[in-house]
C-alpha cells in the first residue's frame, strides 16, 4: 500500500493563479481531510469529508474548494491564489466512525509558496 | 471555540536529558492523540489515550491523561538524537467523528 500520497511536492504560484492539490489513498478510508500548517500555529483543517459526495468545511475554509466524487480522491482548490495561502498542506485519512477518533494517516505535505 | 495549547513551545535539550511536553485543551476531551513530526516530515501517529488517568509507555516514551480529561503529557526519558521533531497532541474537536483540533505543538532540538 502506498497509504497517502500528494502531488506535487512543490509548487510557486503568482498571486491570482489557480490550482489543485491533489491527494489520493489506498486504505479505503471513508474519511479525508486537508490541513494546512504555519509556524506556531500547528496544523488547521481546512475541509474534511466522511465519505465520496460529502464534504464540510474546516476551521479556515476560505479560498479553498474540495469534491470528493470517490472514496480514494480528496483534492483541493485554490481558487485564486494569494501570499496568505503559503503553507504546507497536508492530507489525511483514517477509518471513519460514527463515534470516536482513530488515528491519521498523512500525506508527504505540499510546499505551496505564493508570490 | 475549542483551543488546544501545548506547552512549551521550543526545548533544547542535551542527549540524555528528559523532556516533557505538556497538553492543555479548553474543553473535555473524549479522547487524545499524540503525533511526532520529523524535521521536513508529515506528522506519524503514536498513541491515543481514552480513559481518565491512563498512562501509557512507549519504551523511553510516557504518555498521561489527566483525571479530568482536558490536559496531557509526554515525557522522553534520556532523550536521543532520533527523538528530534515536532511533537502535536490532538482532540476532538466540536462535532465529534474523526476531526481533530491540533494542538500549537513543541518543537524538540537534542544537542550532543
Known amino acids: 500500500n502506498a497509504g497517502v500520497t500528494q502531488t506535487p511536492k512543490f509548487q510557486v504560484l503568482k498571486t491570482g493563479q489557480s490550482m489543485t492539490l491533489q491527494c489520493a489513498q489506498d486504505m479505503n478510508h471513508e474519511y479525508m481531510s486537508w490541513y494546512r500548517q504555519d509556524p506556531g500555529m500547528g496544523l488547521r483543517l481546512i475541509h474534511y469529508?466522511?465519505?465520496?459526495?460529502?464534504?464540510d468545511q474546516g476551521e479556515v475554509p476560505n479560498g479553498y474548494n474540495v469534491s470528493r466524487s470517490t472514496t480514494e480522491d480528496f483534492p483541493l482548490r485554490l481558487l485564486s491564489a494569494a501570499p496568505s495561502q503559503t503553507s504546507v498542506y497536508f492530507c489525511a485519512s483514517s477509518p471513519q466512525t460514527s463515534g470516536s477518533s482513530y488515528e491519521q494517516y498523512f500525506g508527504p505535505g505540499t510546499r505551496l509558496t505564493v508570490t | 471555540g475549542q483551543q488546544v495549547m501545548q506547552i512549551p513551545q521550543y526545548q533544547h535539550v542535551q542527549e540524555g536529558e528528559d523532556f516533557t511536553t505538556y497538553c492543555n485543551s479548553s474543553t473535555t476531551l473524549s479522547n487524545i492523540q499524540w503525533y511526532k513530526q520529523r524535521p521536513g516530515g508529515h506528522p506519524v501517529f503514536l498513541i491515543q489515550?481514552?480513559?481518565?488517568?491512563e498512562v501509557k509507555k512507549q519504551k523511553r516514551l510516557t504518555f498521561q491523561f489527566g483525571e479530568a480529561k482536558k490536559n496531557s503529557s509526554l515525557h522522553i526519558t534520556a532523550t536521543q538524537t532520533t527523538d528530534v521533531g515536532t511533537y502535536f497532541c490532538a482532540g476532538p474537536s466540536t462535532g465529534g467523528g474523526n476531526k481533530l483540533t491540533f494542538g500549537t505543538g513543541t518543537q524538540l532540538k537534542v544537542e550532543l
Open positions: 489515550l481514552v480513559k481518565s488517568g
Open positions: 469529508s466522511v465519505g465520496a459526495g460529502i464534504t
